[in-house]
Each structure stands twice: as structure tokens, then as C-alpha cells.
């Protein structure tokens, strides 16, 4: 499984169904990071997106070796050009210098994002485009998670 395609922002079609070891002892969450930023979900995450009728995102069934329940993998199929660089706290590009021709230009590191909420428009989860590590949502989807006691989530004001 190419674990990069996760970053794409597009609807994808997987042969079978991948399948995540659990790495740490302790207790289930809703929400966890796989390897390389894969974000996995259990179906808690799944039916409170469908009751808030929160749109591009694809949930792929997933096998948690060892957890109960359903597992699906969080793709998210918008990818929005929104950073900013002039506001987040350091933003580094990869150069000629670097070594790496076919990654000159592109966002090499980024300390402390923020975006410019007004491209963003009315999406409710995305990747910004050029630092799709980070995925991103919008305050009242952040609120439901919340309220709904889904585990695992972390959030930073960008």
C-alpha cells in the first residue's frame, strides 16, 4: 500500500483491506496517526461525520489488529492552498542548494502553521496544500468532536 496516496485529496479504490498493528499498550482511542500521517478512525468518528453531514472525506475500511470494532481509514479529499507564510512562525523551502530538484520551491518545513482563513471558504476538513502532514477542520466540526467525547484528538489553532 502506497501510504502517500492518503495525502492526495481524491477518492481512492484499495484491493483489500489494510490492516494497523497496535504499537502501544493502553486503551483504544477513536482517533490515531499511523505511519506516515495515515489517519485512522473508529466508526464513532464515522457516524458523527454522517449525522453532521460533513462532506469530502472517504472513510476505507481498515483492520486495528487487537481493537474492537470498526476501523476506517480518514481521507481526506480536499487539498486547499492556504498557508501563510508570513504569519506562521517559520516557514523553510527546499532550494537548488538542497540537492533535490523536483522538490525546489515546494514547503521544506514549517513551524508554527497558519493559514489564511479566507481561502478556505466553507471546508469543514482538508490539507493545506504543500504541508499535507497536517490535516485541518473547521471550528464547529472541532466543537462535535468535542461534545461528541471522540479520543484521541489533539487540535492547534492555525
Request: net charge negative; aromatic share 10%; with cysteine.
Amino acid at each position: 500500500m502506497d501510504p502517500w496516496q492518503f495525502r492526495q485529496g481524491r477518492v481512492l479504490a484499495l484491493e483489500g483491506v489494510a490492516c494497523f498493528p497496535i504499537q502501544v499498550a493502553g486503551d483504544s482511542l477513536d482517533f490515531c496517526w499511523a505511519a506516515f500521517a495515515i489517519p485512522v478512525v473508529h466508526e464513532r468518528v464515522v457516524q458523527l461525520f454522517e449525522r453532521l453531514g460533513v462532506q469530502d472525506v472517504q472513510f476505507i475500511p481498515a483492520k486495528v489488529a487487537g481493537a474492537g470494532g470498526a476501523h476506517f481509514i480518514l481521507n481526506a479529499l480536499r487539498v486547499i492552498r492556504c498557508i501563510d507564510d508570513a504569519r506562521s512562525e517559520e516557514v523553510q523551502h527546499w532550494t537548488p542548494e538542497d540537492g533535490e530538484p523536483e522538490k525546489t520551491g515546494e514547503y521544506r518545513s514549517i513551524i508554527g502553521l497558519r493559514i489564511h482563513p479566507a481561502k478556505v471558504g466553507d471546508a469543514r476538513i482538508f490539507r493545506p496544500w504543500g504541508w499535507r502532514i497536517a490535516l485541518i477542520v473547521s471550528e464547529d466540526l472541532q466543537q462535535a468532536i468535542e461534545a461528541g467525547g471522540i479520543s484521541g484528538v489533539r487540535f492547534t489553532s492555525v
